[in-house]
């Protein structure tokens, strides 16, 4: 997690913006946004989608889904599927049991 917010700062800079402006265009304190920088929040999709956009890049130039943004963020959804799935008598591959 640490290196995604490492690259949104690294990216942010090279466009000449500052913390106050991505706060502001995401809606949060500048606190908030330097908090993300720092990595002293997890990171999750609509955060990487919110920085993306302002940023005009793909979330993946900030965060490659090997750098584990959001801490098992994928295998929490993952999980949440196959509950989903199970509730509503959708059939599972075994494989993915």
């Known amino acids: 997690m640490k290196v ?6 690294k ?6 913006f500052t913390q106050e ?3 502001f265009e995401m809606g ?5 946004y330097s908090d993300i920088e720092n990595s002293k929040v997890k990171i999750n999709l609509d955060i990487l989608t919110k920085i993306s956009d302002i940023l005009e890049i793909k979330p993946s ?3 490659s889904i090997s750098h584990k943004c959001g801490n098992n963020e994928n295998e ?3 999980q949440s599927l196959l509950e989903y799935m199970k509730k509503n008598n959708i059939s ?5 049991l």
Not at 11 to 16: C, E, L, N
């Open 11 to 16: 990216i942010r800079r090279s466009k000449d």
């Open 76 to 78: 929490d959804r993952y």
């Open 21 to 23: 402006y991505m706060a």
């Open 92 to 96: 599972i591959p075994a494989e993915y």
């Open 61 to 63: 130039d900030i965060c």
């Open 28 to 32: 949060i304190s500048q606190k908030a």
């Open 4 to 9: 995604c917010g490492q690259n949104i700062r």
